[in-house]
Each structure stands twice: as structure tokens, then as C-alpha cells.
């Protein structure tokens, strides 16, 4: 086994400090001849760390097909200084590879005592809001604006180790270390898309709430209100949607959302329409315990799609139920509407946040 350990350059482009002390933050990436620990080998695993005084990069390489067993054995070592693990797309690959490679070889090591950070999870529910293409590395550098020419696949840096095994040239043993490097190196670069997932789940203030209106072409008026609310957290890039009945803006902190507000007659659906008669003349539901009084010719069992009274008024979208009493246009709507006051409708915090967080699980279902 060859061990490479040396200063690394890191930039300083998440605060890490959001998942926990420097000192117990692990990077890691691993090479391997193929996808199951089982029937392949691990050959390289490549780390990084801050020790007090600087980044550094470990890695240890297989130089021997014998050599796997020590490499393990160097690495679970050196992992009990830390506590915390960061990688991408680790809980479905490394983790589980070199669990396999440690049932293969009679070794008993685990993660346990590990919290892990899997960059690839933390953004995967946001894919959709983010518009990523798919969950590849590649996607989130070309989202964040990182560009990065990966020279070798991994499959042709497969038949690279099985050369160097024959021939142990230092030119194929320096393009592996290299390109192990490389990833590590390339960590921080994607790094900042942690903060959209800092961001999507963060409580959020209502900052201003202002009712506006416009008039269309053929004159009609169509009021909707202004809302900003602002997260903890920033992100890098800003992103816009516009998905009827709502524009959302982001920008830095700030989520700006433009919502159509709907003027006019709505329906309040009681739940217990056993309970209740329907008024076909008008048009309304009543309790069975006034429907007694009223003549059975103008009324009739109320089902779920009539058991009704309606309202008129402006009302706000809401897109779960956080409001009551909410009304819909009809039973099957996709969405209700809770009666809109501008003084009274914003003054629980907690819900203001809640309604923004239901804005982007209403974004995600549709996008």
C-alpha cells in the first residue's frame, strides 16, 4: 500500500460551521474496479480534513491486489478522529461498498458513531425547484457555474489500475492519484448548493404583505398581493417560477411571490355531510336538525360534492389546509382559498412561515 498525504487548497465556499467543528468534518471519495464490494475491489480512497493549521489530502492506494485488506485497515483507523462524513452520493455508494469489501475480508468496521452528509441527498428533494437536468455531479457544477473537464471516466480509469498492476508504471499510478485528487479538490465547488437546501428548509419572516391589483386588455381589474419573506440563509444564484396562481422570486435571502388572488363566490364543504340537507332552490346545505323543519319536497340528503354554504369575497390560494374555515370552487378542487384579511391573516409567524414552505412543496408537485 502507498500512502500520498500532503497541504490541499481549499476554498472557503460553505460556512461548515453549519454542519458541525472543522476538526470533526471528513471529506471522502473512493475508486473502485466496479459497483459491488462483493465482486470488485476498492484500490483508492481519498480524504480530506482540516488539522488545525490547514486542509491536507490523505490517500491511500492499492498497489497490490493484496493491499486492499491494509487500505481498510488505514482508513477506518485514521476515521475515528472524526465524527462527521461529507460526500457525494456516499449513502448509496461508498458507504455500502466498503461495507461489502469489509464483509469480503472479515473485517469488522462500520459507520456508526458517524453522522453523514450526503451532498447528493440533501439536494435530491429540491431537484425540481432547482430545474436540475438529473443528480449528477456535472448537473450541479453546470448549475453553479463550475467548470470542470473530467479527462477519464471511471470506467477507463479501471483499465488504467489493472495496467498499473502489470506494470506499476509511475505515469498511470500518477494519473489515478490524480484524478481522486481532482474530485477532492472539486468538493468545494459544489458545496454552495447546500445553501439552497439550508434555505428551502429554514423558518422564514413575513417582511411586508400589499395588496395590489392590475387591469388587463379588456379592462377588468384582478387584484393579488405582494409577499417577502426572508430566510437565514442566502443563496448564490438567484431562480424565478411562475406557475398559476403564483410568481416566485428568490434572491439572496428573500423569497418575492406575486399570488393571484380569487374575487367572487366560493363554497365552504362540510365535512359531515351525512348530517345534512341539501336545498336545491338555494343552492345551499343546512343541518338536519333545521332541514327537519323544512318541507321534504325542497330538500334532499346532502352528499360530499353539495353539502355547502358559499361566500362571497376575495380570498388567498392556500395549498394545504393551514387556514380555516377554507372554500373551495368545487369538492375535487386542487387547491382551497381561505377569506383574504389583509390585518388579520398574516399575524401568526409560524403559519406565514408554513405558508412559504407550502408554496414550494405546491412548486415541487408541479414543476
Not at 460526500?87 to 455500502?96: A, K, M, V, Y
Not at 489515478?176 to 485528487?181: D, P, R, S, V
Not at 391589483?213 to 440563509?233: I, K, M
Request: proline share 5%; charged share 25%.
Amino acid at each position: 500500500m502507498i500512502t500520498i498525504k500532503h497541504p490541499i487548497d481549499f476554498p472557503d465556499t460553505y460556512p461548515l460551521d453549519r454542519i458541525g467543528p472543522l476538526k470533526d468534518i471528513l471529506f471522502f471519495d473512493i475508486e473502485t474496479t466496479g459497483f459491488s464490494g462483493e465482486t470488485s475491489q476498492l484500490y483508492l480512497i481519498g480524504c480530506t480534513y482540516f488539522d488545525g493549521f490547514g486542509w491536507k489530502l490523505i490517500q491511500w492506494f492499492a498497489d497490490t491486489r493484496q493491499a486492499e485488506k491494509e487500505l481498510l485497515d488505514s482508513f477506518f483507523e485514521f476515521l475515528k478522529r472524526f465524527k462527521i462524513l461529507i460526500h457525494f452520493n456516499g449513502d448509496r455508494f461508498d458507504i455500502p461498498y466498503l461495507l461489502k469489501c469489509c464483509e469480503r475480508l472479515g473485517l469488522d468496521y462500520n459507520f456508526n458513531d458517524l453522522a453523514s452528509i450526503d451532498i447528493f441527498k440533501k439536494i435530491k428533494p429540491y431537484r425540481k425547484l432547482l430545474k436540475l437536468e438529473n443528480m449528477k455531479q456535472k448537473s450541479i457544477e453546470q448549475f453553479l457555474g463550475v467548470h470542470r473537464e473530467d479527462k477519464y471516466n471511471g470506467g477507463q480509469l479501471i483499465e488504467v489500475y489493472r495496467d498499473y498492476l502489470h506494470t506499476h508504471e509511475k505515469s498511470l499510478f500518477d494519473l489515478l492519484i490524480l484524478h481522486n485528487a481532482d474530485d477532492l479538490r472539486g468538493m468545494p465547488s459544489i458545496l454552495p448548493i447546500l445553501n439552497y437546501a439550508d434555505l428551502f428548509e429554514s423558518d422564514f419572516t413575513l417582511c411586508s404583505h400589499k395588496l395590489y391589483s392590475y387591469t388587463d386588455e379588456a379592462g377588468y381589474s384582478h387584484p393579488f398581493v405582494n409577499l417577502l419573506w426572508e430566510s437565514p440563509y442566502s443563496i448564490p444564484i438567484p431562480l424565478e417560477y411562475t406557475l398559476n396562481p403564483l410568481n416566485l422570486e428568490l434572491h439572496d435571502s428573500y423569497l418575492a411571490c406575486n399570488l393571484n388572488l380569487y374575487e367572487g363566490t366560493l363554497k365552504y364543504f362540510y365535512p359531515d355531510y351525512q348530517n345534512y340537507y341539501y336545498l336545491p332552490l338555494e343552492d345551499t346545505a343546512i343541518h338536519k336538525s333545521i332541514g327537519e323543519y323544512v318541507d321534504r319536497s325542497a330538500r334532499k340528503k346532502a352528499t360530499a360534492k353539495n353539502c355547502y354554504c358559499k361566500k362571497e369575497g376575495l380570498f388567498l390560494p392556500q395549498f394545504s389546509s393551514l387556514w380555516e374555515p377554507s372554500f373551495k370552487e368545487d369538492h375535487k378542487s386542487s387547491f382551497s382559498y381561505i377569506l383574504y384579511d389583509d390585518e388579520t391573516l398574516w399575524a401568526d409567524r409560524e403559519k406565514n412561515s408554513h405558508y412559504a414552505h407550502d408554496i414550494f412543496t405546491y412548486l415541487t408537485g408541479q414543476l
